[in-house]
């Protein structure tokens, strides 16, 4: 729980089953990649559900999962039947200094669902940190975000201004705006409802700026992503696949993208970087708990 309000959900009989919408979404993206394993990395780890999901719907995928808790990641292991090591690896740390040990180019997806309290910390936000994930990435590989915030969605916005910048200063993108996307309640753009969103990026398949000699070699069955071909947020799969939720979802691309982020400012790494405690954003609206309007319980 947070603030009252239930923060997690894990159903120990059924690894399949997802109840907050959040996670719904970002399922629906992990299920519109090319069939296969998959390499994950989750920061902001909690009790692993979305990797037991990974696991569960593809086998044989590897896993990192991260949280800050070293005391809940112990208690994780125990309590709940995960998948060992190398399937799912748990690591007690922050999650933006894990990720920089993470080699260029090794992993498929990259999930945020890190908060402090309710909210994000900053330092987990900023260009700094999606070049990062982006870095880690393979060519195609997509970058999720659980975002939350209220009504005018300022920091949302922030955010999705802030992967556009991201992936250009990466790779210099003119059509950067393409590879990024929001998921949403329509109701939520409209400012009818808050909650959390969905930030979805996708490092270009032609970008190998970073791909060299520190790229992991592919030599397990994890290896879908290399030869099939390339997911693209404008797969009308995907788009059905939110229609079809228990609580429909659409998806912001393209254009949609760049009318809505607006005159939104990048987030910035602030120097010296905030620390992870109490990086919250100057000014930025307050961010409701990731999970307010999930259906789930605890």
């Known amino acids: 729980m947070v603030n009252g309000v239930p923060s997690s959900h894990l159903d120990l009989a059924d690894p399949g089953l997802l109840t907050f919408e959040y996670m719904q979404q970002m399922a629906a993206v ?48 125990e309590w709940f039947a995960l998948p060992r090591a190398p399937r799912l690896r748990l690591r007690a740390g922050d999650a933006r200094a894990e990720l920089a040990t993470l080699p260029d180019a090794s992993v498929d997806v990259v999930v945020r669902d890190v908060f402090a309290g309710d909210t994000t910390p900053a330092h987990v936000t900023t260009v700094g940190f999606v070049r990062e994930a982006l870095r880690v990435l393979r060519p195609g590989g997509v970058y999720l975000a659980n975002c939350a915030d209220r009504p005018p969605l300022a920091l949302v916005r922030r955010e999705l201004a802030t992967a556009v910048a991201a992936l250009v200063r990466a790779s210099g993108g003119a059509r950067a705006h393409d590879q990024v996307g929001l998921i949403a309640e329509p109701g939520q753009l409209k400012g009818r409802r808050y909650g959390n969103l969905v930030l979805v990026v996708v490092r270009p398949v032609d970008d190998t700026a970073s791909v060299g000699e520190d790229r992991v070699a592919r030599d397990d069955p994890a290896d879908a992503l290399d030869e099939a071909a390339p997911f693209g947020l404008d797969d009308p799969g995907l788009a059905r696949a939110l229609r079809s939720l228990p609580v429909p979802a659409t998806l912001l691309t393209g254009d949609e993208v760049r009318r809505f982020t607006g005159t939104a400012v990048p987030l910035e790494d602030a120097v010296p970087l905030s620390a992870p405690d109490d990086a919250t954003h100057p000014g930025a609206p307050a961010a409701v708990p990731r999970d307010a309007v999930g259906p789930g319980t605890t």
């Open 30 to 77: 992990l299920g519109a990649l090319p069939a296969g394993s998959l390499r994950v990395v989750h920061l902001g780890a909690a009790g692993c559900t979305l990797a037991r999901y990974v696991e569960h719907e593809r086998p044989d995928s590897r896993q990192i999962a991260v949280d800050l808790d070293a005391d809940l990641v112990a208690r994780v292991r």
